[in-house]
């Protein structure tokens, strides 16, 4: 699920701040799919993650100069994107539809919706219920439980304190319990 | 440690997110508490179904578009974006303004007959000279004649338009002089003395330039019979009568690449022939006027081709060249005088 960390290395941070368009790019393709899923988690339409995740990159594009590496390359490229999601959901700057379940079936599986359902019921709901978490909680659950960062990782991601990740992640897990009961055995 | 605030650690046990000490107390609640277990498999197994999502995937093209934002656009891309961006606003602005533009120009050009004259003279300076040809009563030179008698009394500068190049200020007036004097129009002073002729007239004549005045055009000046007084600076008073047709036909066309004369029996079979034998060889006619005895036949005619055409005219009669441009341009323009 996660891809290397080789990113992070010393050498290709160099090439970064120095603005080398390879190294860009390497780190584009690096971490594409993770930027790209958290916003796709969060906003449940593919045309405005993908929005959303090119702009992350073009703001990273232009901060890598002074990005000094305290954090990690992910974990920073994490906190932007989390903070333009949950900007644009607080500010309603939503022009797309949320199409919610349909579009993250058709990006689950690249099926059509329709054939999607037939494969996973399943997959439908879980992407139903993660939707309909209150955004601060669906962030710390998409982030832990989709993207595998730890909570001291989410909580440099979002700037809070350890144990608001840690109840906010409950109630959010807790959230998912109760809405995916029949599917637990 | 009570259920609710183990079960308010059950998410970070599950997770090993816990201090030592505090995992070790939900640990031994939960040893003691059935329900407490339960709901921790639960949490358990709601967080394995979570697992089972797929990781969503970037689109096909991501990169590159990404890529191809961050690079730095070249200046005349932020110009356009600064000029036409958005476009949903500008645009329709642009358009409306291009409007209105093109309706004041149209009204200012309605409301200026200087616009209006200037704009007419305009596509006979583009002209090719040797294309033109001279008519009796042209509808341009008729036209500007009758707009502005006293033209033809002005002095040569005088009568020159700024439009027309330098060269040909010289040689403009004069050659007006001389086509009025042969084609038998008095002054063209009045606008309606002009109008039933220029309809008549297809739509040529301009003055030729200066610049295709070679040798030709001084051999001409120099074979000229007619009663000519000598004039400085190429100026050439209009003959008080009307010359005879050779003249005419040597005078009508100073930028001629050609003068030939062709003694014919019958004349409108000669003029059908000649016109045959000027598609024939790629050329068009460009001005045809009879006389008593004689016609005047203007033509263009491709130079390659230029040599088949004089000697097919032996067809038509006894033919001899009477001038020649010894360097003879792409386009011939060959003047013929059937008698």
């Known amino acids: 699920m996660r891809e290397a960390e080789a990113g992070d290395a010393p050498r290709f941070l160099d090439r970064l701040r120095a603005g080398e368009t390879a190294a860009f790019e390497e780190l584009v393709i690096t971490y594409q799919h993770r930027v790209f899923g958290v916003a796709v988690r969060m906003l449940g339409n593919a045309a405005e993650a993908q929005e959303v995740a090119q702009e992350a990159f073009l703001r990273a594009h232009r901060a890598l100069a002074d990005f000094r590496g305290d954090a990690k390359l992910s974990t920073w490229l994490y906190a932007i994107t989390s903070r333009l999601c949950l900007n644009r959901l607080a500010k309603g700057e939503r022009r797309l539809r949320r199409q919610g379940e349909e579009t993250l079936l058709r990006l689950a599986g690249g099926e059509r919706p329709d054939v999607a359902v037939e494969r996973s019921e399943l997959e439908a709901a879980l992407q139903r219920a993660i939707a309909e978490l209150p955004e601060e909680r669906r962030i710390v659950v998409v982030l832990r439980d989709l993207e595998g960062l730890s909570y001291e990782e989410i909580a440099e991601v979002l700037d809070l304190e350890l144990g608001t990740v840690r109840s906010r992640l409950h109630r959010a897990r807790a959230d998912l319990k109760d809405k995916l009961e029949r599917f637990l055995p | ?339």
């Open chain 2, 1 to 339: 440690m009570s259920c609710h605030d183990a079960r308010e650690s059950l998410s970070a046990f599950l997770d090993e997110a816990l201090a030592p000490d505090e995992r070790q107390r939900v640990a031994q609640h939960l040893e003691d508490c059935s329900e407490c277990r339960r709901e921790l498999a639960r949490l358990e197994q709601t967080v394995a179904l979570l697992h089972r999502l797929e990781p969503a995937r970037a689109p096909v093209g991501f990169v590159d578009a990404v890529t191809a934002a961050a690079r730095p656009r070249p200046w005349y891309r932020r110009v356009a974006a600064a000029v036409f961006l958005p476009f949903s606003v500008k645009l329709p602005a642009e358009a409306t303004a291009l409007v209105m533009v093109a309706l004041l120009a149209v009204y200012v050009f309605e409301r200026t007959p200087a616009l209006r004259e200037s704009a007419r003279t305009q596509p006979e300076v583009r002209e090719d000279p040797r294309e033109k040809t001279v008519r009796p009563a042209p509808r341009g030179l008729t036209d500007r004649f009758a707009r502005d008698p006293s033209s033809a009394e002005r002095s040569p500068e005088s009568k020159a338009r700024p439009l027309e190049k330098e060269q040909d200020r010289r040689e403009v007036p004069t050659t007006r002089k001389r086509i009025q004097s042969e084609t038998e129009i008095p002054k063209q002073e009045a606008p309606a003395a002009a109008a039933p002729r220029s309809d008549a007239a297809p739509p040529v004549a301009a003055p030729p330039a200066a610049k295709d005045e070679g040798p030709l055009e001084k051999s001409q000046a120099e074979n000229r019979q007619a009663p000519a007084p000598p004039s400085a600076e190429g100026t050439r008073p209009a003959p008080a009568a009307p010359a005879s047709p050779r003249l005419a036909a040597k005078r009508a066309a100073p930028s001629a690449d050609a003068v030939t004369g062709i003694a014919v029996r019958d004349r409108d079979a000669a003029e059908r022939d000649l016109a045959e034998l000027i598609a024939r060889v790629g050329g068009r006619e460009t001005g045809r006027r009879r006389e008593q005895d004689a016609t005047i036949v203007e033509a263009v005619v491709p130079q390659p081709r230029y040599a088949e055409f004089t000697q097919s005219l032996a067809r038509l009669g006894a033919w001899r060249v009477e001038a020649e441009r010894p360097d003879l341009p792409a386009q011939v323009h060959v003047i013929l005088r059937l008698q």
